[in-house]
Each structure stands twice: as structure tokens, then as C-alpha cells.
């Protein structure tokens, strides 16, 4: 189940920003949101749109360093 978050969390990353996307998301931020995308967006787990869009909704909830990868992503 990890490697299929971190593979949703790419690509919610990847979709975040034109300009960002096509450097695809560090090990650093898909670490930082791991935990997140996890307790969160679950449900939305090879859905990258959705993830991307729960990530966002649950912005206040995230951890700080999630959340400020969401924001550079362009959420």
C-alpha cells in the first residue's frame, strides 16, 4: 500500500503545476506527504486527480512540510 501512495502522490504532484510537472516531485516532498496522503486521501489511492483534490480540501490538516509541497505544487 505505501508504493501505491507514493505512486498516487506523484502524480497528484505531477498534475499540481505545468512548470513543476515535468520535474516530477523530489523524494523530499513525496516523503513529507506520505503520511498524509495516507491518512487523508486514502480512498483515492490511484486516482490522481481526486488525491490531488482531497490533498487540497485537507490543507489546514496537513503537516507543515505537506502542506507546503501542495502549496509549491500549486494547491
Partial sequence: MNRSLLLAFALVVANGSA???QSGPSSD???ACRSDAGKF???FVGKP???N???R???AKLS???RKVVEA???
Fill in 41 to 43: 486521501c486514502s480512498s
Fill in 53 to 55: 483534490g482531497c490533498l
Fill in 57 to 59: 480540501d485537507n490543507k
Fill in 29 to 31: 516532498e513525496r516523503a
Fill in 73 to 75: 505544487r500549486g494547491g
Fill in 49 to 51: 486527480a481526486q488525491m
Fill in 19 to 21: 512548470a513543476l510537472a
Fill in 64 to 66: 507543515e512540510n505537506c
